[in-house]
């Protein structure tokens, strides 16, 4: 919200010698985020003056068209003599007022103006365009032509306010009250402790029976309507230069008089207004739902297919505006211009000012991507009660600058709502801040905020209607806060038990992190959204547990709406993009929530703010919240190890996805077990179940793998990607706590190889286990270094695994003896359990 100097001024009686840094310090401090002070007109030097163009000469045999003029300004030159000038613009006649900046001015920017020839002419000065002014996009884009009243030889500088300075507020998404002039004075006027004289109150006719008509059809969409009339408005009118430059100022283009007028007064009061051709509007004005593929152009030419949530004005033909965000064509205000080409100027007009509701609003000015000044408003809260003050302030200022006549009759229709209350204990603010303010001090903050108080140890506060955002004890307590000031708050550093620190899940989730970027993975942590369309992708089932998820009531995107339950769908977008950007070897992690509902829906209560929360407390506000489990998912792409003088490299492959879950499980001091799988996005014969055991039974944590083709197809991801994730705090349960030191012995190691001939459908990790088992507490480690599968050698059906044992003793060297017979051992039971023989 860019908010003028000079127009808040006239609300609240600023000493003069405030500036716009004085002002922007002291709404800082009440909480409001003024984030620049613009100094308009700061390096701009006159004589700058009003000029009547007295004769034009066509210069001939240039590029471009160039006109000789002379212009009178009157004594400004100090000789009464016309003015010579050289300019290449086109819009203005002889006779026309315009804006002259004489030799020796400076303009914004630090242009210095001096006499100088040009195309064969001395110009002595320039004739202004609104850009060469600082003033902003008035839509013209040429030379200013002065409505012909204007005093020759006036001063141009204070004519057009040309010199101001101007907030720069980014108001959050709660003060809706300060995206208006009125709303910034009465906090302007709270901080420096002035009496404001507010804008909406002025005296309005109450309604009668001979308004234009108005039928609602949804109150709980618009709860409040206000329609008034204005009729012979002139078809010469235009904006006075004031209205235009407090336009050009706050951030709006100047269009036509109707139309200024009513975006004047919703920057002056807040309340978004709509002005209608009443000679286009046929019958009732009524406000319902659309219908289901009812179209409607708006304002800016583009058809709009409506949908059955969205709110919509109409007449008796059907829609004539998207209700709240932005008018419809076929009501479009005609200004002059259209007089002067042939057509026919707007009259008369009906003014529109309603109440709407705030998710609706938000809702259809986000599912049509069309976001105004007047949806602004109304998403984050219109007063109510300023919706007849800002159609009579209109129509008085319609009547006052076009000539127009306002009709007697007042259409007013409001649904039956009660002032909100609340309960609030005097000393709440202190118990929330740490700080006694008394009660005195809390009842003259909140009613100067606005509020009724009444009571003495419990207060009862009624909230203006122009602070929707006040709905709770604490958000009374804020107030008195901010207003005492945020920096008069003590520090207090907090008091932690000895002994505290990171909890066990906190420590396990650096580690893996850790050990993750250690395996050459980067971290790539995304938004926890998602769309339902992905688990289709995915190809996950339709009965998949992934596919119940939790949905945002107002999510970010609507193309988004629920929390994620696994974190492949972020992290493939990742390699998806990163891929398309030219990174193709790609090995990428990320450790993170995801979300799953609970059976039961509970409302989370309130916190205490005056001691700690209990367990109790916390215990029914984690019942509230969805189960939320840690996971750890890496994907992979391209090459693993890159190719060089070293050797060939190679690509990324499903064991490595396998290895990342082993390295998780390692950190977590958990056993994990792959076995073959098939689930969802991998391909079936490339995928690896992972399993632990917890509390004696065995829990399926994850899968890893190459992903299947349909999957990067429909995502659009490289051939060959692989993928693994881990549901991270299963695998802790499933732990040992921090991962042990290896037990490092002096006595040397004894190494024995031993080939296997097995089924070729036994798994290497079946193997493997039963190797480890029947070797015992000598074994030290165990690897598989050769897979061998001849069929003429060993026989249709069956491969050859080849095992290097390591033996080692804690207390003593080991002799041939002891190792050849743990060798034999572990051959025999893998022989029992699985079929396995040595090979000859």
């Known amino acids: 919200m860019r908010v003028p100097l000079s127009w808040l001024r006239e609300y609240v009686d600023l000493p003069a010698t405030e500036t716009g840094r004085d002002v922007q310090a002291k709404l800082i401090s009440a909480g409001l985020e003024v984030e620049t002070v613009e100094h308009l007109g700061a390096d701009l030097k006159g004589p700058l003056v009003v000029g009547q163009v007295l004769t034009i000469e066509e210069l001939e045999g240039f590029k471009k068209p160039i006109r000789f003029c002379t212009v009178d300004v009157g004594q400004a030159n100090g000789t009464g003599e016309p003015q010579e000038i050289v300019c290449g613009a086109r819009n203005f006649a002889v006779g026309d007022k315009v804006v002259v900046v004489l030799p020796g001015a400076t303009l914004p920017g630090g242009f210095s103006i001096s006499a100088r020839k040009t195309y064969g002419k001395t110009s002595h000065g320039m004739i202004c365009s609104g850009d060469e002014l600082g003033m902003g996009d ?53 901080a420096y402790g002035l009496p404001l004289r507010d804008p909406a109150l002025i005296d309005v006719p109450g309604p009668n029976a001979y308004g234009y008509p108005v039928k609602i059809a949804d109150p709980t969409g618009c709860d409040r309507f206000t329609a008034r009339t204005v009729t012979g408005l002139s078809a010469e009118a235009r904006s006075p230069i004031w209205l235009q430059r407090r336009l050009q100022k706050v951030g709006m283009r100047p269009i036509s008089l109707a139309v200024d007028v009513t975006n004047y007064v919703m920057m002056e009061l807040g309340q978004p207004l709509h002005a209608y051709d009443r000679a286009l509007v046929q019958g009732t004005i009524g406000v319902r739902r659309a219908a289901e593929g009812e179209k409607i152009v708006t304002l800016d030419g583009v058809e709009r297919k409506l949908h059955s949530e969205d709110l919509v004005i109409t007449d008796d033909r059907g829609p004539i505006g998207l209700a709240g965000v932005m008018g419809g064509a076929n009501t479009e205000i005609a200004d002059h211009g259209a007089a002067e080409n042939g057509g026919n100027a707007t009259s008369d007009v009906v003014v529109e000012a309603a109440h709407f509701d ?143 620190g990171l909890t066990a899940r906190q420590r396990l989730h650096r580690r893996v992190g850790r050990a993750l970027a250690g395996a050459g993975y980067v971290e790539a942590p995304n938004y926890p959204f998602v769309s339902e369309q992905v688990f289709d992708q ?96 890496v994907v992979l792409a391209g090459a693993y190890e890159q190719a060089g003088w070293w050797g060939k490299g190679r690509p990324a492959d499903w064991a490595d996805a396998v290895e990342a879950a082993r390295l998780v499980a390692r950190e977590a001091g958990a ?89 070729e459908f036994v798994p290497a990790a079946e193997v493997e286990a039963a190797l480890r088992d029947g070797a015992g507490e000598l074994l030290e480690s165990i690897r598989l270094f050769d897979v061998y599968d001849n069929a003429d050698q060993l026989g249709e059906g069956r491969k050859s695994l080849a095992y290097a044992l390591r033996f080692r003793a804690g207390d003593r060297t080991l002799t041939v003896d002891e190792a050849s017979a743990a060798r034999d051992a572990a051959v025999a039971l893998a022989g029992e359990r699985v079929g396995a023989v040595l090979r000859s």
């Not at 998820?549 to 994620?564: F, G, H, K, M, T």
């Not at 802790?732 to 296997?756: E, W």
Request: charged share 25%; glycine share 8%.
């Open 138 to 190: 008035d839509g013209s884009h040429g030379i200013i032509v002065l409505p012909p009243e204007t005093e020759v030889g006036k001063d141009a500088i204070e004519l057009l306010e040309l010199v101001d300075e101007v907030l720069d507020i980014a108001v959050t998404a709660n003060r809706g009250d300060c995206l208006s002039i009125r709303g910034v004075a009465r906090e302007t006027a709270i």
């Open 671 to 759: 056993d994990l077990a792959p076995r073959k799988g098939q689930y969802g996005p991998w391909h079936p014969g490339r995928c690896a179940e992972l399993t632990v055991t917890v509390d004696g039974a065995e829990r399926v944590v994850g899968h890893a793998g190459e992903l299947h083709p349909r999957v990067l197809k429909a995502l659009g991801l490289p051939a060959r990607a692989c993928a693994m994730e881990l549901d991270l705090d299963t695998v802790a349960r499933a732990g040992h706590g921090m991962p042990q030191a290896p037990r490092i012995s002096t006595f040397p190691v004894a190494t024995q190889d031993v080939a296997l001939v097995v089924d």
């Open 358 to 500: 705030q998710v609706s609003i938000a809702r259809t000015a986000r599912r049509h991507k069309l976001s105004s000044e007047a949806s602004r408003r109304f998403e984050r809260g219109v007063d109510p009660q300023a919706a007849a003050a800002a159609a009579q302030r209109t129509v008085d200022l319609l009547v006052l600058l076009a000539g127009g006549t306002a009709e007697s009759g007042v259409t007013e229709i409001s649904a039956p709502t009660a002032p909100h209350t609340i309960s609030v204990p005097a000393d709440h603010p202190d118990r929330v801040a740490g700080v006694t303010y008394g009660r005195e001090t809390v009842v003259r903050r909140l009613q100067e905020v606005g509020c009724d108080v009444y009571g003495q140890d419990e207060l009862i506060v009624t909230v203006p209607s122009w602070r929707p955002d006040l709905t709770d004890p604490n958000d009374l307590a804020e107030e008195v806060i901010r207003l005492e000031g945020y920096e008069n708050l003590p520090a207090t550093l907090p008091r932690p038990s000895a002994g505290r």
């Open 538 to 633: 995915l190809g996950l089932a339709a009965d998949d547990p992934a596919r119940r998820v939790v949905r945002l009531v107002n999510p970010l995107s609507d193309e988004e709406p629920a929390l994620r339950t696994s974190l492949l769908p972020g992290l493939l977008g990742a390699l998806r993009r990163n891929d398309g950007r030219g990174s193709h070897d790609l090995a990428l992690f990320e450790t993170g929530l995801v979300f799953h509902p609970r059976d039961e829906r509970r409302v989370a209560a309130n916190l205490p703010v005056d001691r700690r929360p209990d367990a109790d407390d916390l215990a029914a506000l984690d019942a509230a919240l969805p189960d939320q489990p840690r996971h750890v998912a």
